[in-house]
């Protein structure tokens, strides 16, 4: 049994650049949702048993929340009823 792990798209997509650290916009959110969800579906085919990802679709809609005033795109709050995963650390 090998573990797989799956990237995390959003600290692919806002990285820092130089000496500046770029801010993800609310835009962003669900592009990155899409993508991470598109890697975990790809990812998964090589899991046997487990797949470990350091980020997911509530991880996004927390981090939306906390760093937009509570606010959270309905379809990142849907998607996040709707994926369950079986363990968190």
């Given at each position: 049994?090998?573990?797989v792990g799956c990237p995390n798209l959003h600290a692919i997509t806002c990285k820092?650049?130089?000496t500046k650290k770029e801010i993800c916009t609310l835009e962003?959110?669900?592009?990155i949702v899409k993508g991470q969800l598109e890697l975990?579906?790809?990812?998964s085919a090589y899991a046997q048993r487990f797949l470990f990802c350091d980020t997911n679709?509530?991880?996004?809609q927390l981090w939306s929340q906390t760093h937009f005033d509570g606010y959270c795109a309905p379809e990142i709050l849907d998607?996040?009823?709707t994926f369950h995963y079986a363990f968190y650390l």
């Open positions: 049994m090998t573990p820092p650049n130089g962003d959110l669900p592009i975990e579906n790809q990812h679709v509530v991880v996004t998607w996040a009823t």
